[in-house]
């Protein structure tokens, strides 16, 4: 089992900052890709960014320039610094761990950004 909890969201204008942690517990493999999802109300749940253990990212188009993934290895934590947010961006954001064939999910975190 993994467990992760997401921190660092919450209200913030349009133009502005944010960054996101994710501390991953558990059993956690070497091989593994942790990433961010969100959801936005009525719609579907959307990759934002992952990140490999050896450091391959990817990222959604919408964020592209704007968004940076990165993780702390020895603390098994991940992160997302949100630059230039756009209310467009507001959404649950969720912590995901991808490994030996399993998949877990964080308990999502607010973001809000106002125009």
């Known amino acids: 089992q993994v467990q992760l909890v997401e921190s660092g969201g919450g209200l913030v204008q349009a133009g502005g900052s944010l960054r996101l942690s994710c501390a991953a517990s558990g059993t956690i493999f070497s091989a593994n890709t942790m990433g961010w999802y969100r959801q936005a109300p009525g719609k579907t749940r959307e990759l934002v960014a992952t990140?490999?253990?050896?450091?391959?990212?990817n990222y959604a188009d919408s964020v592209k320039g704007r968004f940076t993934i990165s993780r702390d290895y020895a603390k098994n934590t991940l992160f997302l610094q949100m630059n230039s947010l756009k209310p467009e961006d507001t959404a649950v954001y969720y912590c995901?761990?991808?490994?030996?064939?399993?998949?877990?999910w964080g308990q999502g975190t607010q973001v809000t950004v106002s125009s």
């Open positions: 995901n761990y991808k490994g030996n064939f399993r998949d877990f």
């Open positions: 990140m490999t253990n050896v450091g391959f990212r």
